[in-house]
């Protein structure tokens, strides 16, 4: 265990001390073994550096190390789909599950043509961690297919998802492995996937799927969830830097659910968004929409289709200047928030923010790379990690399979209530243990996460 001094001590201090939470001004420094030993790899080689490096100062067995350091189950299969002209298309799917040992496995399915078994293996390990750190009785999955929705009709798209289903059924269910929304997967995906996991199951199952519609029993609450979540830690870092959300700029990379629901809670509370980038599909490259006094997220909804992309001819008519996608990094702001895909501030670009800025919020996985967060630090910029940035979707899922499990749904005053108390509770036993083991804010999300993991699976006796 480590000590408040940051060595090894017989002390428990994972679940503890929570009452000790004090705000501070400084960050201890990056351990810099720990961030440059993963500085420049793939973003599955950069997961499992992490946790060696978390496993190391927990000085975790060679048993407890080999059987979290990689999936527990892996399913890769093809999905067969009729197009809408009737030709055959074979799409390549993944089911991966990396623990379940503090509970059933949640997390996000993915439709992208950039799609891969090695970030679907990352992303899962990742929601292990997640969970873990969010003090949450669940275990941590993924799910992916290569394709490209925006080339696919609703059809083509409903038999993709139901495909993929059908593939991975055997290890779906409310109390096994539980599917949610990610890139470009919502609730209508959702819902497509939920019928026809009960279709073969026989029975109904609304907590087998998580983010579906309110008419299946989604959770009132939960479309805001991740965006708003992502807020209410980003207000909690602000506090202890003696920063107000109505006195910072931010610059938000992406426009999908996560990210369009943050500019709407952020322009609420007083934050002026000066930039957003979207991927125009149309042209097959990002742009990004800058308007310095600020955008409004009212005006950008008529011009964004449901996949985030935003129509650049309609928004430069409303006075928004159009530039290239990466210029959302060159904003003069005190907050970025790339809120797309992963590794999108690494080494080669990292030198390209402001000298303004003051926080990133990994509102994406990984968003931001190992190199690049010691670059930041280095600046004493700080890195408000994914682990605690992007899970205000988990915790509504979770919200959302407790309320199936009793058959009682709750308004969302009371959803998005519990979510701002959860994450608030997670991000200062977070803090308190970064400034007591003296690492950043990152690092303590892991080694508090990897030790709840580990203690679970001792618990099992499974090591």
């Known amino acids: 265990m480590l000590g408040d001094n940051g060595v090894h001590s017989p002390r428990t201090w994972v679940d503890g001390d929570q009452a000790h939470f004090r705000r501070h001004k400084e960050r201890h420094s990056v351990a810099r073994g720990f961030s440059v030993a993963v500085a420049g790899a793939s973003v599955l080689r950069q997961a499992q550096l992490r946790f060696e490096a978390a496993a190391r100062r927990l000085e975790l067995s060679e048993a407890e190390r080999e059987l979290l350091g990689s999936p527990r189950l892996e399913l890769h299969f093809r999905i067969p789909v009729r197009l809408d002209d009737g030709r055959p298309r074979i799409f390549s799917g993944f089911c991966i599950l990396h623990s379940d040992a503090l509970g059933p496995a949640k997390g996000g399915l993915r439709f992208h043509p950039q799609e891969s078994a090695d970030r679907v293996r990352a992303?899962?390990?990742?929601?292990?961690?997640?969970?873990?750190?969010?003090?949450?009785?669940?275990?941590?999955?993924?799910?992916?297919?290569?394709?490209?929705?925006?080339?696919?009709?609703?059809h083509e798209t409903e038999a993709l998802a139901r495909g993929w289903t059908r593939q991975a059924g055997a290890a779906l269910g409310a109390r096994r492995l539980v599917p949610g929304p990610d890139v470009m997967v919502g609730e209508r995906e959702l819902m497509w996937l939920l019928d026809e996991l009960e279709t073969l199951g026989g029975a109904r199952a609304p907590g087998a799927v998580a983010g579906k519609g309110l008419v299946l029993g989604g959770s009132r609450g939960c479309p805001q969830a991740a965006g708003y979540g992502l807020v209410y830690l980003l207000r909690e870092a602000l506090r202890e830097r003696d920063l107000r959300l109505d006195a910072v700029r931010v610059s938000v990379q992406g426009y999908g659910t996560v990210a369009r629901h943050a500019v709407q809670l952020l322009t609420q509370l007083g934050a002026t968004v000066t930039c957003v980038s979207s991927w125009d599909a149309a042209a097959g490259a990002a742009r990004a929409f800058v308007k310095?006094?600020?955008?409004?997220?009212?005006?950008?909804?008529?011009?964004?289709?449901?996949?985030?992309?935003?129509?650049?001819?309609?928004?430069?008519?409303?006075?928004?200047?159009?530039?290239?996608?990466?210029?959302?990094?060159?904003?003069?702001?005190?907050?970025?928030?790339?809120?797309?895909?992963?590794?999108?501030?690494?080494?080669?670009?990292?030198?390209?923010?402001?000298?303004?800025?003051?926080?990133?919020?990994?509102?994406?996985?990984?968003?931001?790379?190992?190199?690049?967060?010691?670059a930041l630090a280095a600046r004493g910029v700080a890195v408000l990690p994914d682990l605690l940035a992007n899970a205000g979707g988990l915790v509504c899922s979770y919200f959302e399979q407790v309320q199936g499990e009793v058959n009682y749904a709750w308004d969302a005053d009371e959803v998005l209530g519990r979510l701002d108390l959860t994450l608030t509770s997670a991000y200062q036993a977070v803090s308190a243990l970064a400034e007591r083991a003296r690492v950043d804010l990152r690092e303590a999300a892991l080694l508090l996460a990897v030790e709840r993991v580990a203690a679970a699976c001792r618990a099992r006796r499974w090591v």
Not at 125 to 151: E, F
Request: with cysteine; charged share 20%.
């Open 123 to 154: 992303l899962a390990m990742g929601m292990t961690w997640q969970s873990a750190a969010l003090g949450l009785p669940l275990g941590g999955c993924a799910g992916g297919v290569i394709c490209d929705p925006h080339g696919l009709g609703a």
């Open 292 to 374: 310095p006094a600020g955008v409004d997220p009212r005006e950008l909804e008529p011009i964004t289709d449901r996949h985030g992309s935003i129509d650049a001819a309609r928004a430069e008519a409303l006075g928004y200047t159009v530039l290239p996608g990466d210029a959302w990094l060159e904003q003069e702001v005190e907050i970025l928030l790339p809120a797309a895909l992963e590794q999108q501030l690494r080494e080669d670009n990292v030198a390209r923010t402001h000298s303004a800025l003051r926080l990133v919020v990994e509102g994406a996985g990984s968003a931001v790379s190992e190199g690049a967060a010691a």
